[in-house]
């Protein structure tokens, strides 16, 4: 069976790590795994995303109505690619919304994580929400906030891995002094995580 | 990248990227170059990473300083028999063509791969074209992956092809390939060239003389030729059989998408599949047998039809009736990158069963969020201080992160070509056109190709500031290293332009605003080219690098001091809209105070102009719009809060420009009674003020001189109907009816009513109190009655009253035409502003004009300019002359007066003028007018009322309420105890206005803070400072009864307005001010509810927005 997993978000987000860290994990079941990313100009603040394919052969995109999971540090990036997802298809949301700099001081209207979450719930979407900076907050780093997502990923059950094998991936593919606080918020994002649906 | 060196077996993800780097190693390079540039970068920097950890004995890596070296010493490395690898984004191949092309005549010796990493969809570059063509160009054999793990089979079997053919091979990639992570499988390690590290000199074949080359070309066409029939087989060519008579020809990414889209729909076995890998020369007999077999073929290939039209010529040549779909039939797009999705939507063409997106929802739009320069980033502080010195340049910029000063605040980016054109298109524009060019380029970029460009520049006398935007690092592409620092050898920028022979050079760290201003202001100033080179480092690189960065201190606002003004909570704000030009003003201000040392006395609560004025108009406020140009937004301010503006635009007594800051720094105070002229002049439009939503209540105004035209503006503002009784037969009180025009123009006081009067106000001339109508009967038909009734009664002088020939200046002044004054002598008696006007009116009626005042010069109480251009019409003065007798002798008035000492002080601090014995003197006159003032004429009116007088006459009020002794009836003005002001009679209107207001809303009658003086802070030392001088309004009598001076244009009067406005240090701080914001767009700066705010997350302490704050509210703070 494959797994059709994008992930959203803003430049600085670790949007990469959460896709490097869940095709680490399909590598380490031993399924098949393609990923793609940017790089270079569009993480100044732009957008980022990643797709993430698991046993599904090595095409790197991900087409319209083909995701089974949409992972998102921010609200509106979410929305953008709110069509990926197939009928059924879950949401993990990091309680999160950046104004996109040249809005702010505007009245211009951007959504809000509940706006966001009203949409995915009325079009049928699981939503998997998460304080993602809070708990990276506590975990002593903001840059931890991409792990409390993966406890959430966990949590939902869409994918076929258990925190053992998050914790494992996530040790990989981490180095340094931040390692430990990202297990922290991995395991506080599996557990402080709540799910919404219509 | 421990793992890259590991043996087999052993798999990982990898980016394909670093799966070449591995395939590389594999195959025993020993040699690699590049230059970094996305989505190629981490190709040399794995290699480079490889390199430093000198795990791969022998291994050599080289950041090149462009694509153009990085061949160049791979062909060194080649000929000298090893193998070696360049990798270079599409565009650097441009760069590298000359050596690219060559290179494929010239062969190899030891095995070569050039990876050229296309970017359809432009994710990162200025175009996306297809590199695939320079295969074709060059005669090079072009291998394309598909998968991680094909490039690294392929990289390893390419070495050895290369070799067997004696050629380079072009490995192409494009974005969505070079950055996609898959696992691969290590090989094990090939032996390197045993040969490798001799050159043997073979000049037959190695130096192109037209003779060799000419022999090489078909040497090269017959290599090809023998690559063809390997590109037929696997790995470098796929067949996978179809069932039907549909079959697809896929490259690169394609190939996997049409795979995808195959397995999704399960509908393999209906269409054949033809992978091609090896896309140069394309095996012309496979595709043949393919058309052949399924005569109806898409082809999936992103960018231009490089595949499709070879197969038509196939298909053509051999004559074969197929039909081939792609982009000539438009079944796919030929610009941008592939998705699923429209690969699908071609493919059904082929195979109807696929249906594309049928179950998905459509997302909404949401706000587009294109890449910012990042907080702390050293090219923001740039950018604002060039900008800050030269506002409107052409902007050449170059490729580089520093193109994201495209966006606002900046859009600092007007033409980008290509690596080095900033210097070149920016050199040839400024003598191409008249205004300046401002050339940025990044360090690694000026390396790169700037060298040769600003050599062109200095060698043809182009005019270019040439900003080279010094990071330390090619932040862009990854922070590599390059020859300005962190290789071998560290090059000095600056040194190589005074080399060349920069007119100006200097090397400034943008964040030191003074040093940093003054270098953009001299070399703009500075005729041929200059460098500035700009040195910050990249507040990323440190950090992604691995080197320190830790961020020591942070910055935050200080809620008390931003956005903050002395009248906001009075309720005197503004309440102007933020204006981004106006922000410019002040923050210029700040950063060029700092540049001349000015010790300001900076965020003044209140500025002093503003705490001067009796309605505490915010004049530091209209000054900073007109400094900005924006002559409407200055009215408006104006306007909001003076109903009277051209009144006071040219009789105001100014008490701003004496509070002006300017004066304790031994400078003239700014002309800010000129400015408001100048804002009147060029914004004025009627309806600033609306009426307010309608109350039902009624109020009387008795008097329609500035105090009651002033009330009723505010009154109908505040939403209360508004009739006007006027005694006389036009509205405007006593400056309508004696002041002279030359100093007065009516026709602008005209306007000020006129506006008034459109808001809606009942006016009823000709109705005098007391004559037509009483108090009483207003009382009973209105809600609150005003009282504005002046002084009108001439004050008595002594001996004076009933002698022929002395006549009341006041009336004089209304009629000066029933006089004829030619030749005759005037005597005037007073020193206030009615006594100039009269002595300037009859003196320029042809009398010969004496003023007589019992003080001195100095304690004259009307207007020193007033005084001084009196005297230069040619009015003489008595000072110290007080008169005591009058008499009227054969026509001629004789007048004895007292000479005066002052002798201690009166109550209102000027000198007690007191007879000196025995010091009199007689004059004789023609005529004399007496100006000493008047008094109020309430006591005749109001008798009966109830309403309680002072001493003097005046009517009584409270002045916390301005109500008189009558409930519901209130008094301002000259005629209730005013000072005698035009101002002031404007804030006894309006503050009573207020005070109507409050009573007929809530019952009680308040004057609301914002009437009360304001007490004036003054805390600063006067700092060294070079005084200018007023550049407008030196002779006031140049500007009298005209808007501006004879000889004059209106864009002589505007320019000069911007500029003596531009005089105004912006002493007081500012509630509308968004400066941080607006100046350095810094994405760690949002709005919050209450001003703007720092995240505290994104801050890196850079401190570019302290720098420019106007209110000094942005403060630095230590973090651990």
């Known amino acids: 069976m494959a797994f059709r997993i994008q992930i959203v978000g803003v430049g600085g987000h670790g949007v990469i790590l ?15 795994c393609v990923m793609s990313e940017v790089h270079g100009m569009s993480q100044r603040g732009g957008i980022v995303h990643s797709s993430v394919v698991i046993d599904g052969g090595d095409a790197p995109l991900i087409g319209t109505g083909q995701a089974d999971l949409l992972v998102a540090s921010e609200a509106g990036e979410a929305l953008r690619q709110g069509g ?56 002593g780093s903001i840059r931890v906030m991409n792990s409390a997502m993966l406890g959430t990923i966990v949590k939902s059950g869409v994918l076929p891995f258990d925190m053992k094998q998050m914790t494992e991936a996530l040790i990989t593919v981490t180095r340094g002094r931040l390692r430990e606080k990202n297990i922290a918020a991995l395991h506080r994002g599996f557990e402080e995580c709540r799910m919404e649906a219509l | 990248m421990k793992d890259l060196a590991k043996q087999p077996p052993f798999s990982t993800l990898l980016l394909t990227n670093q799966a070449i780097v591995r395939g590389a190693l594999e195959a025993g390079v020993t040699f690699a170059a590049t230059y970094p540039g996305t989505p190629a970068s981490e190709i040399g920097d794995t290699f480079y990473r490889v390199f430093r950890s000198g795990e791969i004995p022998e291994f050599r890596f080289e950041y090149a300083v462009n694509e153009k070296a990085a061949i160049e010493t791979v062909i060194g490395f080649s000929q000298a028999g090893h193998r070696a690898m360049a990798s270079m984004k599409h565009v650097g191949l441009n760069v590298a063509a000359d050596a690219f092309m060559t290179f494929a005549y010239l062969g190899v010796k030891g095995g070569t791969v050039i990876v050229s990493a296309d970017d359809p969809g432009c994710h990162s570059s200025q175009n996306e074209q297809d590199n695939r063509l320079f295969a074709k160009l060059a005669y090079m054999p072009m291998i394309e992956p598909a998968t991680p793990q094909e490039a690294k089979d392929l990289v390893v079997a390419a070495y050895p092809l290369s070799e067997d053919l004696a050629v380079p091979i072009l490995l192409r990639l494009t974005t969505r390939i070079a950055h996609m992570r898959g696992i691969v499988d290590f090989g094990p390690f090939k032996s390197r060239p045993e040969n490798r590290g001799v050159f043997v000199k073979d000049p037959y074949n190695l130096v192109v003389l037209p003779a060799n080359a000419r022999r090489l070309h078909p040497k090269l066409l017959k290599k090809l030729a023998r690559a063809e029939a390997i590109f037929g087989k696997a790995p470098f060519a796929r067949f996978t059989p179809g069932e039907g008579k549909v079959g697809i020809i896929a490259t690169g990414v394609s190939r996997n998408y049409v795979k995808n889209i195959l397995q999704e729909y399960n509908i393999g076995a209906q269409a054949a599949l033809l992978e091609m890998a090896g896309t140069n020369p394309l095996p012309k007999t496979v595709i043949a047998d393919f ?189 590599q290293p390059n020859p300005g620092w962190g290789g071998q050898a560290t090059i000095d920028i600056e040194k190589i332009a005074q080399a060349m022979g920069a007119a100006f050079t200097a090397t400034v760290d943008p964040y030191d605003t003074p040093r940093m201003l003054n270098a953009v202001k001299q070399a703009a100033s500075t005729p041929g080219v200059s460098v500035i080179v700009s040195k910050s480092p990249c507040v990323q690189a440190g950090e992604k690098s691995g ?73 530091q406020g209209y000054v900073g719009y007109v400094a900005a140009g924006d002559f409407e937004g200055a009215f408006e301010l104006v306007r909001k809060r003076l109903p009277l503006p051209s009144l006071c635009a040219y009789v105001c007594h100014h008490p701003c420009e004496d509070a002006c800051t300017l004066n304790a720094m031994g400078d003239d105070p700014v002309a800010i009674r000129m400015l408001k002229r100048a804002a009147i002049h060029f914004g004025r439009r009627g309806g600033v003020l609306k009426p307010g939503e309608p109350t039902g209540k009624r109020v009387a105004v008795v008097g329609g001189g500035p105090a009651g035209l002033s009330a009723a503006s505010d009154l109908i503002e505040a939403g209360h109907g508004v009739t006007i009784f006027e005694a006389s037969d036009r509205l405007g009180g006593i400056p309508e009816q004696v002041i002279p025009e030359f100093r007065l123009p009516r026709e602008e006081y005209e306007k000020d009513i006129r506006d ?36 009108t009664e001439p004050r008595r002088l002594a001996g004076a009253e009933g002698v022929e020939g002395v006549v009341d200046a006041m009336a004089f002044l209304r009629d000066p035409d029933a006089l004829d004054l030619k030749g005759r002598s005037v005597g005037v008696i007073g020193g206030g502003n009615t006594a100039m006007d009269t002595a300037r009116q009859a003196r320029r009626m042809g009398a010969e004009v004496m003023v007589f005042y019992r003080r001195d010069q100095a304690s ?120 005698g002001t035009v101002i002031h009679a404007v804030r006894d209107g309006k503050a009573a ?119 000094d509210a942005i403060i630095k703070y230590k973090v651990e």
């Open chain 1, 84 to 139: 990926l997802l197939k009928a059924g298809g879950t949401l993990v949301l990091n309680e999160l919304t950046v104004l996109p700099p040249h809005m702010v001081g505007t009245d211009d209207a951007y959504p809000s994580v509940d706006e966001v979450t009203r949409w995915f719930t009325e079009h049928g979407f699981r939503v998997w929400r998460v304080q993602g900076s809070r708990i990276a907050e506590d975990a």
């Open chain 2, 860 to 979: 004259m109480p009307a207007l020193p300019e007033e005084v001084h251009a009196a005297m230069q019409e040619g009015v003489t003065f008595e000072f110290l002359a007080s008169p005591r007798s009058f008499e009227n002798r054969n026509g001629q008035v004789e007048v004895v007066f007292d000479r005066m000492e002052l002798k201690g002080t009166d109550a209102d601090g000027r000198g007690r003028p007191v007879p000196v014995q025995g010091g009199d003197f007689v004059r004789s006159m023609d005529m004399c007018m007496k100006a000493i003032g008047e008094r109020s004429g309430a006591a005749a009116v109001l008798q009966g009322s109830g309403v309680t007088l002072d001493k003097g006459g005046s009517i009584q009020i409270d002045p916390d309420t301005m109500m008189t002794s009558v409930d519901g009836v209130f008094a301002g003005g000259d005629g209730a105890m005013g000072q």
């Open chain 2, 756 to 791: 008034i009067v459109d808001m809606g106000v009942d006016v009823k001339l000709n109705r005098a109190m007391g004559r037509d109508f009483s108090l009483q009967d207003l009382q009973k038909q209105y809600d609150a009655v005003l009282l504005c009734i002046g002084r």
């Open chain 2, 547 to 619: 080197f320190t960065a830790r961020i020591t201190t942070k910055y935050r606002i200080e809620r008390s001091k931003c956005q903050h003004c002395g009248n906001l909570d009075a309720g005197r704000h503004c309440r102007m809209p933020i204006q981004r030009d106006y922000t410019s003003v002040r923050v210029n201000k700040r950063l060029w105070s700092m540049d001349v040392k000015v010790d300001m006395p900076k965020a003044l609560e209140n500025p002093p102009c503003t705490a001067a004025c009796p309605i505490n108009l915010c004049a």
């Open chain 2, 993 to 1111: 206005a207020a005070a109507i207001d409050a009573f007929l809303k809530t019952g009680k009658a308040v004057v609301p803070d914002q009437y009360k003086p304001v007490k004036q802070e003054k805390t600063f030392k006067p700092p060294r400072f070079k005084a200018q001088g007023r550049l407008i309004e030196q002779d006031p009598i140049e500007w009298e009864g005209r808007i501006f001076p004879e000889g004059w244009t209106r864009e002589t009067f505007k320019q000069k307005a911007v500029e003596e406005a531009g005089r105004c240090i912006q002493c007081g701080t500012c509630a509308n001010c968004t400066a941080c914001i607006d100046k350095t767009g810094c994405p760690a700066i949002i709005m919050g509810p209450q001003g703007p705010e720092i995240l505290e997350d994104q801050c890196v302490g850079c401190g570019l927005c302290a720098l420019v704050c106007p209110n």
């Open chain 1, 18 to 32: 959460v896709a490097r860290v869940l095709s680490q994990c399909a590598a380490d079941a031993g399924m098949h």
């Open chain 2, 291 to 479: 058309l052949a077999k399924y005569p109806k073929v898409l082809i999936v290939e992103e960018l231009q039809p490089f595949v499709e039209d070879q197969v038509l010529a196939i298909a053509g040549g051999k004559g074969l009736g197929v039909e081939v779909l792609g982009k000539h039939t438009d079944d796919l797009p030929e610009v941008g990158e592939f998705d699923i999705d429209t690969v699908a939507r071609a493919m059904s063409r082929l195979i109807p069963d696929i249906k594309v997106g049928s179950e998905s929802v459509q997302a909404p739009d949401v706000p587009i969020r294109p890449p910012v320069l990042c907080p702390g980033c050293p090219h923001r502080a740039t950018y604002a201080m060039v900008k800050e010195v030269i506002p409107d340049a052409i902007w050449s910029t170059d490729i580089g992160c520093y193109t994201l000063g495209i966006n606002k605040p900046f859009e600092m980016a007007d033409l980008l070509v290509c690596m080095g054109a900033s210097v070149t298109a920016g050199g040839a524009l400024s003598v191409a056109q008249q205004k300046p060019v401002v050339a940025f380029i990044g360090d690694s970029t000026f390396f790169h190709m700037g060298l040769s460009g600003l050599a062109n520049a200095i060698f043809n006398r182009h005019n270019l500031l040439l900003v080279v935007l010094d990071n330390t690092t090619t932040a862009m592409t990854g922070f």
